[in-house]
């Protein structure tokens, strides 16, 4: 841009590419304000997401699936008569084509049940405000509704539809005639939360949870039968105490029960709880038959298969397993949904299964390999929460842009750097994950297109406007004001540029860790497991912790002690400093291990696992870190010597008072290489047993065939912990600075 | 007639097989400055730096103020007499050499507190004074890297009397400053002078050799080639190679 500093307030003008910027934000934040207001105004511009999928059934016939969702609507999908489970070699799941759909609409809530009539085919579908609808699908209108006191958390019908058994989110249970839509009866106390219902095949029995307990009563009298609330594994033990105390197990739910089923004859209830696990419970004696792990989320559904030999159960971890019964052993894990199975059921042929889930979609599997054999959309589009994301964020970044372009018509220095940190750490977020997110669905190209091109068209916007804020006569107008003293603008122009420095590096950052997230997500990682074994593995942080920082330590006085052998002109300890030097560089860390931990005893000096491993560690580390201090202590020069010496300091003093602190100084960065070093390193005392990170991971991992999420686990740690320690070294780096030239 | 509180005989240096100093002798009298000059390569440096054993002398004695030591002693008897002579000369370096991790207080009080095993108060105190003799009691609190050249240097000088020595040896101490600094260093050196501290300097400074010194003494080749006082030694010289040297500098 002309002008000299010299030039008067009128150089201070919003001209040129400054008024293409202050535009381009303006506009942007007022149609992020207009979208955002239409959006929660219920207006029809928005993100195209999908429905949650909530329930689904087979028809009798086995040719057509129905699935309801969120949005209310019931969709039936009819299976070509050609479709079988055997799977193709080059079966891909996103070429496969969808299948022919029909729409029943009229569903306020969304349909979290659907039941066919067995003999007319008829299907039956239950919202969440308590409308019940009776469909022939054939003609895709009711034939008739009824309505039952909403809202509704979770409904279950007789085997012969005559009557219904529902809770309320009320937490009430009440038993309804299907025929009348007459109420016959209500149960049990609302007083505590009750999230699942079931009853019996035969309408005789109805199950209700209560927060980690079950409650089950006769339907006919009204009467309590059971409250099911956990028994020892050993029959004879009557309270938990005793029976931890005989180190057996204690058979209960833990966290509130969310899924419940009676097996078809009535005799077995399976319950399912928040806390990940499956218990089944003679109804006959209300104990716990078996018991079930293998979900890593809580339980969504549970169904048993027309015999009773096994069950279906359905958790947030996005997977469904088949449980064999008797005993409960899981005999099949069926993975690749990408949000919580919400409900799965068996059919539409004797080898499938077909399950639904709120990622939007319902997945048909084949039985033989658990593979996915045909996938079809409630709606093609985003996950849901990325809608409501979008939505809030334009509504705060219209807010805060408002505010920006204001300030950059003044000429305001912050409005700049407001506008560059909102639109560019922002949309990174919301419009990154999400699109990254896309890549990973089972989609051709162009369908995938077809659900981001939104995101894709905002993201070459902000672009746009990010490159508009940034050009140089932009930045230079509100960095430097030209009307400012000369001193004033360059003093201006230093901070403003550290500034922008620091907003770019965030944005690298957060860009950098968003694009990290979602390649990681791509390894299809079992994000549930990890949530599940996160705090056991992080039990062996503190180990790594202490381990690491008591092997600095004593690696630290190691080269010390090494160093001053190597400067030492006395020929003994030169000798042993550098003997010490090169036997432990010149041999493997885990061999050195090896001989603390089993050589030494043979000596008949034992030591503990710890100790073993930090004695290990530290000397290791003192051989390598002695050369650097050696170098730091080196790097002090003549002069110093000779300034202390000629002031009358002996050798001890001079080294003492004037070298180490300086030479300090000079090794705190190698120093901290080594520390990150180690503190990774530290996971070899694994070898011998120490229960730290790197051992749990292990553990865990290689158990549960997870090893990679574990191991992740761990990475990340020791990420952050890296992360913290640079951060400490940073500030201990400018405290010994002080005296340098800065 | 007092006794010289400097005396040195036959003192001859070899680094290697380099014959550095040829055997030279001198005595100084208390409160006498004594300015050494002379080309670059002729020893002055190494034979100020033998008096202090910052270099180890091959041969001769030196002896001051009454503590005498034989050369190429060893054993912890030599190292204690070498620290008390050390204790008795205090010396300024041409690069100055401050502390560079002490503030200008600390640098002072460093070798009181460790050597003297003076209590901290005392020392302070002192070097309160020391630093306000020297005009810079302002600086107490500041770091050697934000300080002048000339500033170190009067800070340096500041560190060397704190241990309150009977001689000063000066090493070149203007040298390394930018000539308008040389002056603020020059005027504490006068100062010194005045107050009758014997000094033993080795500078390039004409003026200080003819405005402070009591004796110049023209050093080349590892000995002595003319010593006189300031104004026969500037006016009218003995030696040939005395006048060479003075054609060329003034």
Partial sequence: MAGRPDDTAAADRVTGASRTALILVAATAALSLLFAIQYYLGGPIRLPVISEVLSVAVSPDQRSIAAGSQDGMVRVWNMPAAFSSAILAEFDLARAPTWPVQGLTGHRGAVIELVYEPESGDLISVDSQGEVRFWDPAQGKPTRSMTIDGPVSDVDFSRDLSTMASVGTDNRVALWSVETGQLIG????????????????????????????????????????????????????????????????????????????????????????????????????????????????????????????????????????????????????????????????????????????????????????????????????????????????????????????????????????????????????????????????????????????????????????????????????????????????????????????????????????????????????????????????????????????????????????????????????????????????????????????????????????????????????????????????????????????????????????????????????????????????????????????????????????????????????????????????????????????? | MTEPIIKVRGLHKYFGPLHVIHGVDLDVMPAEVVVIVGPSGGGKSTFLRCLNFLEEPSAGTIEIDHVEIGVRDTGAKHRQLIREIRQKAGMVFQQFNLFPHMTAMENVIEAPLTVKKLDRPAATAKAEKLLSWVGLSHKRDEYPSRLSGGQQQRVAIARALAMEPKIMLFDEPTSALDPELIGEVVEVMERLAHEGMTMLVVTHEIHFARDVADRVILMADGGWVEMGPPGQFFTEPKEERTRQFLAHIL
Wanted: with cysteine.
């Fill in chain 1, 186 to 742: 209500r149960l049990g106390s609302p007083a505590s939360a009750r999230w699942a219902v079931a009853l019996s095949g035969d309408g005789v029995l109805i199950a209700a949870g209560m927060g980690s307990h079950i409650q089950v009563w006769d339907a006919q009298t009204g009467t309590l039968v059971w409250e099911l609330a956990g028994n020892c594994e050993s029959q004879a033990l009557e309270t938990e105490d005793e029976c931890l105390q005989d180190d057996k197990s204690w058979l209960a739910h833990t966290k509130a029960v969310t899924a419940l089923a009676f097996s078809p004859d009535g005799a077995l209830l399976a319950s399912g709880s928040a806390d990940t696990t499956v218990l089944f419970w003679n109804i006959q004696t209300g104990k716990v038959a078996s018991s079930s792990e293998g979900h890593w989320g809580p339980i969504t559904s549970l169904q048993f298969d027309p015999e009773g030999r096994a069950v279906l159960s359905t958790g947030a971890d996005n997977v469904l397993k088949t449980l064999r019964l008797p005993g409960g052993k899981s005999s099949g894990t069926y993975g690749g949904h990408f949000g919580a199975v919400e409900r799965a059921t068996w059919g539409p042929l004797d080898t499938m299964l077909v399950s639904a889930s709120s990622d939007g979609t319902i997945r048909v599997w084949e039985t033989a390999n658990q593979y996915t054999i045909h996938m079809e959309w409630s709606r093609l589009g985003l996950q849901r929460v990325w809608g409501r994301t979008l939505a809030g964020w334009m509504l705060v970044s219209g807010i805060l842009g408002l505010v920006a372009a204001w300030g950059l018509s003044r000429i305001e220095r912050w409005s700049h750097i407001l506008a560059m940190a909102l639109f560019m750490l922002g949309p990174i977020v919301v419009i990154g994950l999400p699109l990254f997110e896309v890549l990973g669905y089972p989609l051709v190209t162009v369908t995938r297109l077809r659900i981001s091109w939104p995101l894709i068209l905002l993201a070459v916007w902000y672009t746009a406007l990010l490159v508009a804020l940034m050009r140089e006569p932009v930045a230079l107008l509100y960095e430097a004001p030209r009307s400012a003293r000369l001193a004033e603008q360059l003093q201006a122009s230093q901070r403003t540029i550290r500034l922008r420095f620091g907003v770019y590096g965030v944005g690298v950052w957060i860009g950098l860790l968003v694009l990290l997230f979602t390649v990681l997500r791509r390894f299809k990682l079992d994000v549930a497991f990890m949530g599940h074994f996160f705090s056991f593995i992080m039990g062996g942080a503190s180990i790594t912790l202490y381990i690491s920082a008591a092997s600095i330590a004593l690696a630290v006085v190691l080269a010390l002690l090494g160093a001053l052998g190597r400067l030492s002109r006395n020929p003994i300890a030169n000798g042993i400093s550098s003997f010490y030097i090169s036997l432990i560089r010149g041999t493997p860390l885990l061999v050195q291990i090896f001989v603390w931990y089993l050589g030494l005893p043979q000596l008949g000096i034992r030591l503990e696992a710890e100790l073993a491993g930090i004695l290990a560690l530290g000397v290791n580390y003192g051989a390598y870190m002695t050369e650097v201090f050696r170098a730091g202590i080196q790097a002090i020069g003549k002069g110093q010597h000779e300034a202390a010496h000629a002031l009358g300091m002996t050798r001890g003093q001079t080294f003492r008072r004037i070298v180490l602190p300086q030479a300090f100084r000079i090794v705190i960065p190698p120093i901290g290489n080594e520390f990150i070093a180690m503190m990774k390193d530290s996971s070899l005392v694994y070898v011998m047993g120490v229960w730290e990170l790197t051992f749990r991971a292990n553990k865990v991992g290689r158990q549960n065939f997870r090893a990679m999420e574990t191991f992740l686990i761990a990475a990340a740690f020791y990420w952050v912990l890296t992360v913290a320690f640079q951060f400490l070294q940073g500030k201990l780096e400018t405290r010994m600075a002080r005296g340098e030239r800065k």
